[in-house]
């Protein structure tokens, strides 16, 4: 298994512009979130589906975060436009809803914003 | 509402001791419970979990975690510490009042075993 699939794994930009954060969940997975990790605010849920639709986006900062999942395989979170208090780690994880509810991480997309 | 605390932001151990990082939880009925681990500029990993049955949970890397239903707690073990086990330690609980696959971390606690 492949396990949760991040891209890209870096990403520098400058603010202003749109940022795109990808994530393929494990095969199988009905459930994907999306984390952000920082220093200061350690991490943090910001958006979650389930079966592709939106459950919860309470966590979503602000109108500039959006998120997608067309399908049950692809995720994107995007960013426009960037900030530089945006820079952080951003994870996505699955699990089976139902299931064990333990969630499997991707490795993570380190977005710094100058 | 459900929440974890961590108590200790850092953890500090010899090589070869025993180890243990300390976790408390509030919910409402049975709590499903969770050890997660974070290596440097990795993702989390699961450890284990607790939903029922014997209050040891054992799990990767040589690790247990003890559930306490009266002191509410579920600290994270190990016999002996290596160096390999410094790390980043988060404690999560699954979210009973939301959708069913939601868990709420704690702050995390961060091990450093020297040598």
């Known amino acids: 298994d492949a396990g949760v699939i991040q891209s890209p794994r870096h990403e520098v930009t400058e603010m202003g512009q749109e940022v795109t954060l990808r994530c393929k969940p494990i095969?199988?997975?009905?459930?994907l979130f999306w984390y952000r990790q920082t220093m200061m605010r350690g991490l943090e849920l910001l958006i979650y589906?389930?079966?592709?639709?939106?459950?919860?986006d309470s966590g979503m900062p602000e109108d500039r975060f959006s998120a997608k999942m067309p399908n049950a395989s692809f995720s994107t979170l995007k960013i426009q436009p960037s900030e530089p208090r945006d820079s952080a780690v951003y994870f996505c994880?699955?699990?089976?809803?139902?299931?064990?509810?333990?969630?499997?991480f991707g490795p993570g997309t380190r977005l710094t914003v100058t | 509402a459900q929440s974890v605390a961590q108590p200790e932001d850092q953890v500090n151990v010899a090589e070869g001791n025993p180890l243990t990082v300390k976790c408390t939880y509030s919910?409402?009925?049975?709590?499903?419970l969770f050890w997660y681990v974070q290596y440097p500029n990795r993702g989390l990993q699961f450890l284990l979990k607790?939903?029922?049955?014997?209050?040891l949970v054992k799990g990767s890397y040589g690790f247990e975690a003890e559930f306490n239903k009266s002191q509410t707690s579920f600290h994270l073990k190990k016999p002996s510490a290596l160096v390999s086990d410094s790390a980043l330690y988060f404690c999560?609980?699954?979210?009973?009042?939301?959708?069913?696959?939601?868990?709420?971390f704690g702050s995390g606690t961060r091990l450093s075993i020297r040598p």
């Open positions: 994880a699955s699990t089976l809803a139902m299931g064990g509810f333990e969630q499997y």
């Open positions: 607790y939903i029922t049955g014997d209050n």
């Open positions: 095969s199988g997975h009905n459930s």
């Open positions: 999560a609980v699954r979210d009973m009042g939301s959708s069913a696959s939601k868990i709420i």
């Open positions: 919910v409402s009925g049975n709590p499903y």
């Open positions: 589906f389930n079966n592709n639709v939106p459950i919860d």
